[in-house]
């Protein structure tokens, strides 16, 4: 019985989305819910698992052509013994070699190559049997093609420069090697909110300076009781951030709105985005309701973001919404930047890396740990007196963490 592969239903903010990488050729065996395809869309990776057990026997959508919601993608002939999957494979492998395969390629070494690693093999014309596989059961990927073709472009501007690789990978004019590749739909969405975001805001950002020492002496004189009293959290700066955030937030309504059109929206609750850098790039995954939220829990979401946001499993739910955003570029060493609203927020908070400098107080020099904090903020909707008394009580909170307690 053949069984249709279809793409999942779309978000309606999500129009379509990009076929990223097929885990299986045709005529390979499948079983139920192993992954099949990676779809790309503006905001995140979407897994496609087979439906059941059978083999793959016709795939509709290529890697990197687009798809929309519930179209049809491939075909799987289920309840086909995993046995039959040699023989469906080689049948599959020999035609396809006697239509599409360059010179001297084998029937063999065409069954393991992946539909986007074909692809550019053709058009560069390979001989597809001398490119070492490294994908699964030694499938030849397009990353092993990329670098079949690196390796001869190499050599081919050594001795003839008009020679070079086409494709992915070319030689320019003065006969250097440059590599071009389509731009990412999470990145070119990521390139155009932030376009977007500086076109068309007042964007304006405020500096202050937070002494972190108070905060360092109760995290090193608590982590290792927090950590066994909350299985294995680690306690760290970010959840004092938040919680700081969300006091301060409270005492500034206007910079936890948003604006929509000529209307500004007032949030009753506080959902803190926390900027998390994956592979694919900038992702904002939201931590709901974050008032009801202790320092553990927290610490426990923004893991579990970061875990997920490394292995492309961040679902758009996760990322929708959010009042506020927390951005940490000091985990990078980054000492001071002005941070990129994220709209329809009115404002974003950067932190930064902590560096002792000297600093004077009562009267004395005294070498503290200094953080910088950036707040960018729409400067139609928040005055400069809210925006520097916002990061002000920000300042105040993390320097007596008491006040955190005490909400005072």
Do not use: C
């Amino acid at each position: 019985m053949t069984v249709e592969i279809k793409a999942p239903q779309l978000p309606e903010s999500v129009p379509d989305g990009t076929i990223a990488t097929w885990y299986k050729n045709v005529g390979d065996s499948v079983s139920r819910d192993e992954p099949l395809v990676d779809i790309e869309t503006d905001k995140v990776v979407i897994e496609v698992v087979a439906p059941a057990d059978g083999v793959l026997t016709e795939i509709l959508k290529d890697s990197g052509e687009t798809i929309v919601s519930n179209e049809a993608i491939a075909n799987i002939e289920a309840g086909a013994a995993a046995a039959a999957a040699p023989a469906v494979e080689a049948a599959v492998a020999e035609a396809s070699a006697a239509a599409t395969a360059p010179a001297g390629s084998e029937a063999e070494g065409d069954s393991l190559l992946s539909p986007a690693a074909r692809k550019m093999a053709e058009e560069n014309n390979l001989d597809v049997t001398t490119i070492k596989g490294t994908g699964k059961d030694g499938r030849v990927t397009k990353e092993d093609v990329v670098h079949h073709l690196s390796g001869q472009s190499a050599a081919a501007v050594t001795t003839a420069p008009a020679a070079a690789a086409t494709g992915d990978l070319s030689a320019n004019n003065a006969g250097r090697i440059e590599e071009r590749v389509p731009m990412s739909r999470l990145r070119a969405k990521v390139a155009e909110r932030l376009l977007t975001a500086t076109q068309t805001t007042a964007m304006l950002t405020t500096f202050n300076e937070v002494n972190m020492q108070p905060v360092m002496d109760i995290r090193n004189r608590y982590k290792e009781e927090f950590e066994r009293t909350h299985d294995g959290v680690r306690l760290g700066f970010m959840s004092f951030f938040v919680r700081a955030s969300i006091e301060a937030l409270k005492r500034y309504p206007a910079v936890n709105a948003s604006i929509d059109g000529n209307d500004i929206v007032y949030h009753g609750y506080q959902d803190i985005g926390v900027a998390v850098s994956s592979p694919r790039g900038l992702v904002v995954p939201v931590l709901r309701n974050a008032d009801n939220m202790g320092l553990a829990q927290i610490e426990k979401g923004i893991r579990s973001f970061g875990e997920k946001a490394r292995d492309g499993k961040l679902a758009i739910e996760d990322m929708t919404g959010g009042t506020f955003t927390i951005s940490n570029g000091g985990v990078f060493g980054s000492l001071l930047s002005t941070p990129i609203l994220n709209p329809p927020q009115t404002a974003i908070l950067g932190m930064h890396k902590i560096q002792d400098r000297p600093m004077a107080v009562n009267g004395d020099v005294k070498v503290l740990p200094m953080m910088y904090l950036a707040l960018s903020y729409d400067h139609r909707m928040i005055d400069g007196k809210e925006a520097v008394q916002f990061l002000v009580t920000i300042k105040e909170l993390l320097e007596d963490p008491t006040r955190l307690i005490l909400e005072i």
